[in-house]
């Protein structure tokens, strides 16, 4: 059990996770360094960090893969006019779906992709994400 109380849920770690993803894409920082700032800066221990560090490592291990997979999901938008939020929520989202060590319900990590979309995204995000996502799913099964 995590002592934290302030990550109580898979939710909230994403959420860091999404702010170390967004300040790489932005800025260029490290973003295992940033993530490892975040997380000590919250004393975040246990199974949430290294939750956060398998997302994390798992984007990075597999960025230009997962940047196809959202470029041919998305073929209307090119990646760099994708809004940063939305390119990173996907990248953790696909990337954990398809190479974090452990395994968590499809729908479950596609749902927690919208939540992430409605809380830092804009209005037209969660819809882009679901759109994205369901269409990785479908493709995933047909594979």
Same mark, same amino acid.
């Given at each position: 059990m995590d002592?934290?109380?302030?990550?109580?849920?898979?939710?909230? &770690?994403? &959420?860091? &996770?999404?702010q170390a993803l967004c300040e790489y894409d932005s800025v260029g920082h490290d973003a295992i360094v940033v993530l490892e700032r975040i997380l000590d800066d919250r004393k975040i221990v246990g199974d949430s960090r290294g939750f956060a560090r398998d997302i994390v490592e798992k984007v990075l291990e597999?960025?230009?893969s997962v940047d196809n997979i959202i470029g041919k999901l998305a073929s209307d938008w090119p990646l760099t006019q994708i809004a940063v939020v939305d390119r990173n929520v996907l990248r953790?989202?696909?990337?954990?779906l398809r190479w974090c060590t452990e395994r968590v319900p499809e729908k479950a990590v596609?749902?927690?992709?919208?939540e992430l979309a409605k809380r830092f995204g804009?209005?037209?995000?969660?819809?882009? &994400?679901?759109?994205?996502?369901?269409?990785?799913?479908?493709?995933?099964?047909?594979?």
């Open positions: 002592p934290n109380p302030f990550i109580s849920n898979r939710r909230e &770690v994403r &959420v860091l &996770v999404l597999n960025f230009s953790m989202a696909i990337s954990e596609l749902n927690e992709a919208v804009s209005e037209s995000s969660p819809s882009f &994400v679901n759109g994205v996502l369901g269409s990785h799913m479908k493709a995933s099964i047909a594979i």
